[in-house]
């Protein structure tokens, strides 16, 4: 607090030291605004001169309340009149700064510690991924091999059929002329043998 009359001060000082002893140990209840710094003065009406500021954020602690002010003592201990619109009940932004940074502070831990589980959980399941992509890359290569050999298999039965049956057509053909050379041989034969000239019986008689 800075002070712009210290005998003014001191005189309203004086006047409220037994209050302000029977309240030193208890906790503020009220701060001030955090959008401003307010003066602070030495009654409760415009009337009286101006003692100091209390900083946007102070810890007050409220005492009693005239008209539009109210009377605080501040964190220097001094008791001083404030507007009581510049008075809030709720807790500072710069008081609440501290907890607010150790919250984030354990936040960002937790986060630090969720992402590094994530992380791992994701590895291993990329790692996984990518054995079975490969395994699966694996089998098809294999299906892609089985099949040329198949479809060359398939190749060389159909020469081999092919191979057969023309061996097929070639022994048949044979039979064939075979066949027809002994019958050609046999009617030949049928057709000379008649006309072959007969040998004569000899006359073993005696007459």
Known sequence: ???????????????????????????????????LTTFVRSGPTDGYRIVGTLTAGDPVELLDTSGDYSLVQGPGGDQVWILSSDLQAEKSATAQLPALQERVKTLSNELEGINEQWEGRLAATTAALEQRE???????????????????????????????????????????????????????????????PRRRKKNDRWF
Do not use: C, K
């Not at 009359?5 to 955090?34: F, K, R």
């Open 134 to 196: 490969a395994r699966i890359s694996d089998l098809e290569n294999r299906n892609q091999a089985l099949q040329n050999q198949y479809s060359e298999s398939q190749e060389n039965l159909r020469g081999l059929q092919a191979r057969l049956d023309t061996q097929e057509e070639d022994l048949l053909l044979r039979y064939f002329m075979y066949g027809g050379g002994v019958a050609g041989g046999g009617l030949l034969i049928g057709l000379i043998v008649p006309h072959l």
């Open 1 to 35: 607090m800075r002070t712009f009359n210290s005998v003014m001060l001191g005189i309203s000082l004086a006047t409220l030291t037994l209050g302000a002893q029977a309240q030193e140990t208890t906790d503020p209840d009220y701060w001030v605004s955090d959008d």
